[in-house]
């Protein structure tokens, strides 16, 4: 059986699990054994998505299981992103509902921490009883999915902050992704969501002026009111020889940025 939801394609045996971890062949069907199982849960400010422009001073529900369908090196969550599912707490849709409900001033639920796209099922059965309850739905993604079940889950979806790690195919091969995939999620997520993008600068991966041009020129060229955020790396996971980014270079990006975008961000500075 062939998986659809990324662009891996994954081909799967009887039983076998694709590179996600978390999609398995089972009886002829592809499913996410990672479904409702929830290893982190948290109330955090809108701003840590980050989703600076979107309800900001608020409070949203935030929610992550296992699995990721990239392999990077660099992963800030690695620990629940690049493992096998776990048995964890079970939390079907409606009871996620009930959760963000019960939450004070709670304005809805982002699905983040690990990749939540390779949990599309999860997803799309949660999100409308949100969205019916007056909730928001917030996703955090790598943005690697296939424009099919992207356009079926922007049905449902409030707002996304996505990554765009760097500004090459080379590096999106090097850590498991592809780079066109990323960019087509960005141009049709803008047209039916708000969106904010995030790099992460990583020294000696895509921490040049030009790589950021580059980034800041394509963003404007699909919207230049895109939120975007310039990251610092801290050392973690397979990178941890890898010094942090550098507070002034971080600085300078988003002066460069600024020229291009109107809301340009830096993060963990």
Partial sequence: MK???????????????????TRICVNNEIICANYGLISSIAVDPIEKKPLYRFHPGSSILSVGSYGCNMSCSFCQ??????????????????????????????????FTY????????YLTDCAPLLQKAGLKVVLVTNGLINEQPLRKLL??????????KAFSESFYKKHGGDFETVKNTI???????????????????????????????WL???????PYHISRFFPN?????????????????????RKYLNYVYTGNC
């Fill in 3 to 21: 998986c659809n939801i990324c662009p891996h394609f994954c081909e799967l045996n009887e039983g076998q699990a694709g590179l996600c971890k």
């Fill in 77 to 110: 969550n690695s620990g629940i992103s690049q493992c096998t599912p776990k048995t964890g707490d079970y939390i079907p849709p409606q009871a996620l509902v009930e959760i963000a409900l019960s939450v004070p001033d709670n304005i809805g639920v982002a």
């Fill in 114 to 121: 690990n990749e939540p796209l390779v949990s599309c099922e």
């Fill in 155 to 164: 049905l449902y979806i409030d707002a996304m902050n996505i990554d765009l």
């Fill in 187 to 217: 141009k049709i997520a803008n047209e039916a969501c708000h969106i904010e993008v995030t790099t992460l600068v990583i020294p000696g991966e895509n921490d040049t002026e030009e790589e950021i041009t580059a980034i800041a020129k």
């Fill in 220 to 226: 404007a060229s699909v919207n230049k009111n895109i």
């Fill in 237 to 257: 996971y397979k990178y941890t020889n890898v010094p942090a980014s550098d507070v002034a270079e971080i600085y300078e990006f988003a002066k460069i940025a």
